[in-house]
């Protein structure tokens, strides 16, 4: 297939360097890229064709819905934007999603029928990342990740077919999909068990001082809280736009009864240097964050650090997060529990690392002119490296790496090897690699 005959095949556009458009074509959420094409699918025989063309030409294919990821600025390949293909249904429980919808407005469609999805704490963000590598979100001790929600796919295989895929249906695809990213072909519909929700309560605690023992209480206060209650503890630089300077405790409970969520955090809320900042019951789609758009002439800066998954949030852990954020007044480290249906699903039973975990761990200096030289650079590498000791696994959708490498720190060796024999199957010829790259097995 030639670029003018997919253009012939496509309802929608198919967009080059050489027509009028292509900057906006080619900007996405977290940047500015340089495929070689980018095709604007209206259906999903739109996708069919960008894959086959992909594949003919031996084309790399970078999915788009929320436009989120860093691979979006890797240079090359076919960028399939699958905004167009957004629809959001629900039929009691079952919510089938579109791969190009975003959670905000998955999120408000679901608040009208009484119903949420526990998915990520970000409005913009699309469902499809987001969903294929997991999905840590502000419901996940109550629901699980966002995978463990999912309960079918459609999706366009490398070959250009549509399979329908599920427990019951190309099982091992089905299984591959709920966390190993999108090594696999190109989700155009999510289908999700959704849960009775009538709201929740939202509390912000600001925090002074040192940190180390309210996270503690923290720790100890989530080892016995029902599973209704999710909590984040943040502190970041005034030069993150997303979240107010400093640290803070936001918590989310399942329900709108505000009387229980202050009673369980009331050992946060007691102590020294903690401030109720809100607590209040709020609709679902309410309390997500929306982030702007990143500005191509002010890229983002780097980032030194990671993510991992911690079985224990003990002292160490604690005393290294904290010391990190006080050694680099330009970083950032955030701490998300864990547990409760998170860790109900077998570890066998999504390729997913860590179900033992109880904390989600992230730590990172931002790489600013000045800020850093060579010899801070590898003082925040050192300290991470300490950390990430301590933790089971990595969350790629939390890494802005792009490094092919990186892949192996997200999985056991057990699980690489599932995957990548998934892969061979599905993908010989890895055209999905514009993601943390499972390479296929090689042939026995």
Request: hydrophobic share 45%; aromatic share 6%.
């Amino acid at each position: 297939m030639t670029l003018e005959q997919l253009r012939t095949e496509v309802s929608g556009a198919v967009i080059t360097a050489n027509d009028p458009g292509w900057d906006d074509a080619r900007r996405f959420h977290a940047g500015i890229g340089e495929p070689t094409m980018v095709v604007r699918a209206s259906s999903v025989d739109d996708v069919r064709a960008a894959v086959r063309l992909a594949r003919a030409e031996r084309l790399p294919v970078m999915v788009r819905s929320g436009g989120h990821s860093v691979w979006g600025g890797v240079p090359g390949g076919v960028t399939v934007d699958l905004s167009a293909l957004s629809s959001i249904t629900v039929e009691a429980d079952l919510v089938r999603v579109g791969g190009g919808a975003t959670w905000g407005a998955v999120a408000a469609e679901l608040t009208n029928h009484g119903l949420a999805i526990s998915s990520g704490d970000t409005s913009s963000v699309g469902v499809g990342g987001l969903t294929l590598g997991g999905g840590i979100g502000l419901m996940v001790r109550e629901w699980g990740l966002a995978v463990d929600q999912l309960v079918g796919a459609q999706l366009v295989t490398a070959g250009g077919d549509v399979v329908e895929v599920s427990a019951s249906s190309h099982p091992d695809l089905f299984w591959a999909l709920r966390g190993g990213g999108g090594n696999f072909g190109v989700v155009t519909r999510f289908d999700f068990r959704a849960h009775p929700l009538d709201g929740v309560v939202f509390t912000t605690l600001a925090l002074e001082g040192d940190s180390r023992p309210v996270i503690r209480v923290l720790r100890d206060v989530l080892a016995d809280a029902p599973r209704g209650l999710t909590v984040t503890f943040a502190d970041v630089p005034a030069m993150d736009p997303n979240a107010p300077a400093g640290a803070s405790i936001q918590a989310v409970w399942v329900g709108r009864d505000v009387d229980a969520a202050r009673a369980v955090l009331a050992p946060l809320i007691e102590l020294d240097g903690v401030t109720v900042a809100e607590l209040e019951a709020r609709d679902y789609p309410d309390i997500l964050m929306d982030t702007p758009a990143a500005e191509p002439d002010q890229p983002m800066p780097g980032f030194v650090g990671g993510n991992t998954l911690l079985r224990l949030l003990d002292d160490e852990a604690i005393d290294k997060l904290v010391a990190f954020r006080e050694a680099n007044p330009a970083s950032v480290v955030l701490l998300r529990s864990l547990g409760g249906a998170y860790g109900d699903v077998a570890q066998v039973d999504t390729p997913f690392p860590a179900r033992d975990a109880t904390w989600f761990a992230m730590a990172g200096a931002f790489d600013v002119p000045g800020m850093l030289d060579d010899a801070g650079r590898a003082a925040a590498q050192e300290a991470w490296d300490a950390i990430e000791s301590l933790g089971h696994g990595s969350y790629g959708n939390f890494s802005v790496s792009t490094d092919p490498e990186w892949v192996a720190r997200m999985y056991s060796p057990e699980t690489m090897a599932r995957l990548a024999a998934i892969k061979r199957e599905w993908d010989p010829q890895n055209i999905f690699c514009r993601t943390h790259n499972v390479v296929p097995a090689a042939a026995a």
